[in-house]
C-alpha cells in the first residue's frame, strides 16, 4: 500500500474545515510506532497498536507475518483542510490528510489503545512526516511543515477540543 496524491479533489468551499474530500480510499503503510512518555520523552515505551476503525478511518497493525507494519485506510469521500494556516503543496497533501484524520479521531484511537492523546497525537505527525518523505517533499518544506504541527497541534487539538465540548452543554 503506497501513499497516492490522486485521491482527493476541491470540495468547493472556499475556506474551512472541508476543503478537500477524497474521491477514493487514501491508504497509507507506516512503519512509525506510537509511544508513550512525555511530549519530548522519545525514549518511552512503544504502543500496543489495537485495529481501530470508524466510518473514516481505519488503523490495522500488520500480523507477524508483515512485521511491524501498520496499515492506515481513510475512506472514501473524508474531508480535509489540506495543510491547515499553510500552502496545499501536492507533497504535503497525503500527510495532512491523514494527520487530520489521526487528530480528528485522537481521543477514539488513545481510547481503543489505551495510551494517552498526546501519544497519539504525536504519532500522528510522525505518519505526517513520514507521508511528506514518501511523496519527496524538500527538506525545508518538511522541517517547516512538521515543526509546526508538532508545536502548535497538541495544544490546538486540546483548544479545540474544549470548545466543541463547551458548545455541546450549552446546547
Not at 476543503?19 to 512503544?46: A, M, N, Q
Not at 474531508?79 to 484524520?101: E, I, N, Q, T, Y
Not at 517533499?137 to 463547551?166: F, Q
Request: one cysteine or more; aromatic letters at 12%.
Amino acid at each position: 500500500m503506497n501513499t497516492t496524491t490522486h485521491a482527493w479533489r476541491r470540495n468547493g468551499a472556499k475556506t474551512g474545515d472541508l476543503k478537500y474530500i477524497l474521491v477514493e480510499p487514501l491508504r497509507h503503510t507506516t512503519y512509525e510506532r506510537p509511544r508513550s512518555g512525555g511530549w519530548l520523552d522519545f525514549d518511552g515505551l512503544e504502543i500496543a497498536v489495537k485495529p481501530f476503525e470508524n466510518k473514516w478511518l481505519s488503523i490495522i497493525p500488520a500480523d507477524k507475518t508483515q512485521g511491524t507494519a501498520i496499515f492506515i485506510v481513510e475512506s472514501e469521500a473524508y474531508c480535509c483542510d489540506g495543510a491547515s494556516g499553510a500552502p496545499d503543496l501536492p507533497c504535503v497533501m497525503d500527510g495532512a490528510c491523514f494527520h487530520d484524520a489521526i487528530y480528528q479521531f485522537a481521543d477514539a484511537i488513545a481510547a481503543a489503545w489505551g495510551c494517552d492523546v498526546a501519544a497519539v497525537l504525536r504519532w500522528g505527525d510522525a505518519v505526517f512526516l513520514e507521508a511528506m518523505q514518501r511523496r519527496r517533499a524538500p527538506r525545508l518544506v518538511r522541517w517547516a511543515y512538521y515543526n509546526a504541527v508538532a508545536l502548535v497541534g497538541y495544544p490546538y487539538n486540546r483548544v479545540r477540543r474544549w470548545w466543541r465540548l463547551r458548545r455541546e452543554v450549552k446546547s
